[in-house]
């Protein structure tokens, strides 16, 4: 076929040698997949973003890490569940090598829950499997992630943020349980059982 379209002016290219044409339409071609691709990638996180309801947070508070035992929000009598006078919850917890403060955590089903969460120490990862809430406490901040338990169960709770040696033992309970069980407002909560 070369021969009987032999041009003095474009000589047979030797063999292996890609004309120029072909090698330009197949990079526009790899070009388009590739934009595709990216557009795909992207509407993934746009979609599981929006369907999730995860959403970056809202404020920056910062808190003094060396001293949360010692005074404000987070010292030790005011962790864990509290019910508000509106009926919705707050939960405080502190993430410290290598456990969460409480370890276990009683909240009502059905009721807006708001965690409010921060490190003594290094940053740690709060995550509830199959809920809206995933966040990284990173110390000095306080990480506020609001939710609504649609049904009763128990939750894991793993810090998913390497923080350690013992960082595969960092887990924690969230306890979902009926509404009536949490207690009137402004009492504090626990779990019957560690
Ligand atoms: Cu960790």
């Known amino acids: ?7 003095p002016l474009h000589p047979p290219l030797p063999d292996g040698i890609v004309p120029e044409e072909v090698v330009i339409r197949t990079e526009k071609r790899w070009l388009m997949i590739m934009l595709a691709m990216l557009a795909v ?18 404020n920056v508070e910062v808190i003094d890490p060396t001293t949360l035992h010692l005074q404000g929000e987070f010292v030790e009598s005011n962790l864990g569940t509290a019910v508000e006078p509106d009926g919705s919850v707050t939960v405080r917890i502190i993430a410290e090598q290598y456990e969460f403060v409480p370890r ?6 059905g009721t807006p829950v708001k965690f409010r969460i921060t ?28 939710t609504r338990f649609a049904k009763v169960g128990d939750y894991v709770m793993p ?8 960082h595969h033992g960092m887990w924690a309970h969230v306890r979902v349980v009926p509404r009536e069980q949490v207690g009137k407002p402004l009492e504090r909560v626990t779990c019957a059982t560690q």
């Open 1 to 7: 076929m070369a021969e009987s379209t032999s041009n």
């Open 159 to 166: 810090c998913h943020e390497f923080c350690g040696l013992g």
């Open 41 to 58: 990638m992207l509407a993934v996180i746009v979609v599981s973003a929006i369907m999730g309801a995860l959403h970056p947070a809202s």
């Open 119 to 146: 490190s003594a120490d290094v940053i740690h990862g709060f995550l509830l499997p199959d809920t809206n809430v995933n966040t990284m406490v990173v110390p000095g901040f306080v990480a506020e992630v609001r």
């Open 104 to 109: 276990c955590l009683q909240v009502p089903v």
